[in-house]
């Protein structure tokens, strides 16, 4: 018996870590740009969203609409599916980003990068820089270089904001 209380103990403290710390499978496979010192933000045009912010590796980045300031809305599996995008320094700012507009907060996680005070954070389901498979997805929207939502309709027809 005590072995099993053992094992439970180390499985909890491993699941713990790994939520704790704001990565998981995904985002250790690159999916968030974080996660280190010099996390950059940039803008870049995309063919049916416009002039978006993207991560150091051109992917994506979010924010959610039910978020509250610097408090996510975004927990438990929705954080699998929606990863904070993190910095473990000051994030960078690249062309045509807002340096004042930058900073971090405590949002999923510790060191959530936020723009215009919007949490970030990247999509699971975008695989390559330029992907965009997070729009229509409710409450879910890329971000302008204003700090606005981007809610136009994609390659399909689809409003982001349905």
């Not at 045009?45 to 980045?61: E, M, Y």
């Not at 039910?66 to 990863?83: H, L």
Request: net charge negative; aromatic share 6%; with cysteine.
């Amino acid at each position: 018996m005590k072995w099993l209380l053992g094992v439970t103990l180390a499985a909890l403290g491993l699941a713990l870590t790994a939520c704790g710390s704001g990565h998981t499978a995904a985002s250790q496979a690159g999916r968030v740009g974080g996660g280190g010192p010099g996390a950059a933000v940039s803008v870049a045009q995309n063919p049916t969203q416009g002039a978006i912010l993207v991560d150091g590796a051109g992917r994506t980045l979010y924010l959610f609409e039910k978020d509250n300031g610097t408090t996510s809305a975004c927990t438990g599996p929705c954080a699998q599916v929606w990863p904070a995008f993190t910095a473990g320094a000051a994030p960078a700012a690249g062309s045509g980003v807002d340096a004042s507009q930058l900073g971090t907060a405590t949002g999923q996680v510790a060191g959530q990068v936020t723009y215009h005070g919007h949490l970030l954070y990247t999509y699971s389901g975008d695989s390559a820089p330029g992907d965009v498979k997070g729009i229509g997805i409710p409450d879910w929207y890329p971000v302008s270089p204003s700090g606005a939502k981007v809610d136009k309709e994609d390659d399909h027809g689809n409003s982001g904001g349905y």
